[in-house]
């Protein structure tokens, strides 16, 4: 039976147990990172985004103006729905070390430092709930578990400096909070890291809606716990507010599907005033106790369906044009389920949290009191984040790393019982199926490249298209050199072309500039001559290609008489003139002469 144990938050033996693990992981890391890091190149076309956002902001764009402007600047540019506090620690480092080694090599250290950082700070919080409720080798084995969890180390590696990875850093502050002695402390944390989660993605929504809803059930068993939901949707409230000031101001008060809008603030600040409500009429009845709980959040689904009902049909991709969603969202594998991935990254976003969803029950039933309520409260928010991973990918990270304490759990009691196996072979298989839990994906790697190539659905000649990099920071100094202009580009070099040169783009891969999307895949897809008109009533000057990248090579697998397929196969118009581009960088250029 396991007791309540508690232990100090934050002794120098922890940190060091931590900090031990979290130096070998940075160093691995960096090792197998190095090239990528010296030549910059970045793990997803977000990233680049980012570090362009960051540019513009210590260059003296306004705090409050989030607009990308050299994208669709024929139509004054797109709004972007990414919060500040993400460009705060990028921004800092690159101010401060700019003086001392220069912008570059700031920014290098910014883009190494900033992950490694979170990565520290996520590891730090799934180890503490081992440390303070488990035992020291569970501490130990958490920090294994979250530095062998692929969907969590790419979002926490060198240059992924997108969001996702202070999403998960939330979600685990969120977690520490429900361990909290203190009713008012706990529900404060939670609604804290709740806030600043959604004000940095409102992808967080359903999983902060979870905590909520475990904090109702603890004041539906024990009246006293509802400080625990009254401090949380409080501060939920208040934090939110406060940041959506200091981030987004009082410019743009417009309702948005994709980020914390004044709707939301009223949603939230509509429960927290009926649950406040509701906490100072205790002793109620049971029944007017779930009345209340249906009050604040039928309220405040009801203020969503009259104000914005297409927010609660389709969120920031309700109004998607539909070409964009054909041949853009649909291939961001990222935001799909679960069943639209590869048989190995599915085995790795779903495999080890459902076994810790199976051990936090165990843990649960091993447990009394308050401990047997936490337990029970994990299981419930870790099989919660993990449906959530089922209908949308990335979300598998959060639920990878929430699965750390009690997989880890799980990991020393199978090595017990391995100990105690006297014949060899049972212990070898056995040790074979912990690896297999830990690495779910290992198996079907290891058939995969058993299988001949012909056989393989992603066979290497398949992939080859689909890894293939343009090295446009080796073309930054011809681009340099030329007028600046619009390039007309697909999606994926788009940010790199921002950040390596001065010249504005049609669109890169963000929902909000759909209309602009709509008009590059239309051109991608059309004939040289309509090509040609269209854009030269935009006033586009050069056009950019990388032809061996996959979604060139999709153009031209779609429309294979349309002009990207054109240029894929060096069949360019008379009325593109080549730009010779130094170097051996996979990138085509041209410009556009005048009609």
């Not at 979290?22 to 090239?35: Q, T």
């Not at 870790?382 to 304490?405: D, E, F, Q, T, Y």
Request: hydrophobic share 55%.
């Amino acid at each position: 039976m396991l007791v309540e144990r508690r232990r100090a938050a934050l002794p120098l033996e922890f940190l060091g147990r931590v900090g031990v693990a979290w130096a070998i992981v940075s160093a691995l890391l960096l090792l197998i990172n190095w090239s990528a890091i010296s030549a910059g190149r970045f793990p997803d076309p977000d990233d680049i985004m980012r570090l362009v956002q960051v540019r513009d902001l210590i260059a003296g764009q306004s705090w409050f103006d989030l607009g990308q402007h050299r994208v669709d600047a024929a139509n004054g540019g797109i709004p972007m729905h990414w919060s500040r506090l993400v460009d705060i620690p990028l921004a800092a480092i690159i101010i401060a070390l700019t003086p001392l080694i220069g912008q570059a090599s700031a920014e290098t250290a910014a883009l190494v430092a900033v992950p490694l950082f979170t990565l520290g700070l996520a590891m730090m919080l799934a180890a503490r709930i081992a440390w303070r409720l488990l035992g020291d080798e569970e501490t130990t084995f958490t920090s294994l578990v979250v530095a062998i969890s692929v969907p969590v180390l790419f979002q926490l590696g060198p240059m992924r400096i997108d969001h996702h990875g202070w999403q998960i850093v939330c979600a685990l502050a969120a977690m520490n909070g429900l361990m909290a002695r203190s009713p008012k402390t706990g529900g404060w944390v939670i609604g804290t890291a709740s806030a600043a989660w959604l004000s940095i993605s409102i992808e967080g929504l359903p999983l902060a809606a979870v905590f909520f809803a475990v904090l109702a059930l603890r004041w539906l068993k024990a009246r006293p716990a509802r400080a625990w939901l009254v401090a949380a949707i409080q501060s939920f409230a208040l934090i939110g507010a406060a940041l959506f000031l200091v981030t987004r101001g009082v410019s743009d008060l417009a309702t948005y599907c994709d980020a914390i809008s004044p709707l939301h603030l009223a949603m939230f600040a509509w429960g927290a005033a009926v649950l406040t409500l509701w906490a100072r009429l205790e002793p109620l009845p049971k029944g007017a106790l779930v009345a209340g709980f249906i009050l604040a959040g039928g309220g405040a689904l009801a203020m969503m369906l009259y104000s914005a009902p297409q927010c609660a049909t389709g969120g920031g991709f309700a109004e998607l044009d539909p070409i964009v969603a054909q041949y853009w969202h649909a291939n961001v594998l990222e935001g799909m389920p679960i069943w639209r991935q590869s048989l190995t990254a599915a085995l790795q976003y779903a495999v080890t949290p459902l076994i810790a969803v199976i051990a936090a029950v165990n843990l649960a039933t091993k447990s009394r009191d308050w401990l047997r309520q936490f337990w029970a409260d994990y299981a419930i928010i870790l099989g919660a984040a993990l449906l959530i991973s089922l209908v949308v990918s990335r979300a598998g990270a959060v639920a990878c790393v929430l699965a750390a304490p009690p997989l880890a759990w799980q990991l020393r009691q199978w090595l017990r019982a391995i100990r105690t196996m006297e014949s060899a072979p049972p212990r070898v298989a056995a040790m074979l199926g912990v690896a297999c839990a830990l690495l779910p994906a290992l198996p079907a790697m290891l058939l995969t490249n058993a299988l001949p190539a012909r056989a393989v659905v992603g066979s290497p000649s398949d992939l080859a298209g689909k890894t293939a990099q343009c090295q446009l920071d080796q073309a930054g100094a011809d681009l340099a050199a030329l007028p600046a202009g619009e390039i007309y580009a697909p999606l994926d070099i788009a940010p790199e072309l921002l950040l390596v040169s001065d010249h504005s783009v049609i669109a890169t891969g963000h929902h909000r500039g759909h209309i602009a999307m709509r008009v590059l895949i239309e051109n991608a897809l059309a004939p040289q001559d309509d090509a040609r008109r269209a854009l030269s009533q935009r006033g586009t000057r050069y056009v950019a290609l990388c032809p061996a990248m996959a979604e060139a090579r999709m153009y031209a697998r779609i429309a294979p008489d349309g002009f990207v397929a054109d240029l894929a196969k060096g069949e360019a118009p008379s009325w593109l003139q080549p730009v010779e581009i130094q170097g051996e960088n996979g990138l085509k250029l041209w410009r556009i002469t005048p009609e």
